[in-house]
């Protein structure tokens, strides 16, 4: 079990995170698959929800993803990713110090649908949950990553007229869902 997690949950809640932890891949996935339904996931135009490649998709089988929500794809494009609902990405780490997580998105499709589509769903490994800014400093190599991204709640800006508006530059609501163990999923 992670010791950072406690701390790294009320510090994401605290800038108006979502923060759902579970024991293993299967139960996150079913909470997932619960959550995209929930909030009207759907074929019909801008109610879909693009999901980008990632350790925890492996041993997934995505056709019957795709048949237990329809409208979920996971073929990111830039026009799929504007006109989804729901984005879901997996995370490299989380600081427990900031309630933040980092990414790397070097991979332009891992940028699109955490920042395209209003709601972002974001996935970590409760192991990758580290102290502070400096864990995360030693973990990252310059020369094999091109673009980080940090991730501290929903998007949020004030710089208009000093009134704090939600989601005006990204998602206006983010979902972290912790799992203990990234065990294979079947379904």
């Not at 729901?86 to 998105?105: F, Y």
């Amino acid at each position: 079990m992670n010791s950072h997690f406690e701390a790294f949950k009320t510090r994401a809640e605290a800038v108006s995170a979502e923060v759902h932890r579970f024991t293993g891949k299967e139960e996150a996935l079913a909470f997932i698959l619960a959550f995209l339904k929930e909030a009207g996931v759907s074929d019909a135009p801008e109610c879909g929800a693009v999901w980008s490649a990632g350790p925890f998709l492996e041993g997934a089988r995505s056709e019957e993803l795709r048949a237990k929500v329809p409208g979920l794809t996971f073929e990111v494009t830039r026009e799929g990713s504007a006109a989804a609902k729901v984005g879901i990405s997996q995370m490299d780490w989380a600081i427990a110090g900031t309630g933040t997580l980092v990414q790397d998105a070097t991979g332009v499709e891992k940028r699109l649908v955490s920042t395209l589509p209003p709601i972002h769903v974001a996935l970590i490994g409760a192991d990758r949950i580290l102290e502070d800014m400096g864990g995360v400093l030693e973990r990252l190599r310059p020369d094999q990553l091109n673009y980080i991204s940090f991730i501290t709640g929903p998007s949020r800006t004030a710089d208009i007229e000093r009134v704090l508006t939600i989601g005006v530059h990204g998602p206006g609501r983010l979902i972290i869902v912790v799992v203990d163990a990234f065990e294979e999923v079947t379904a």
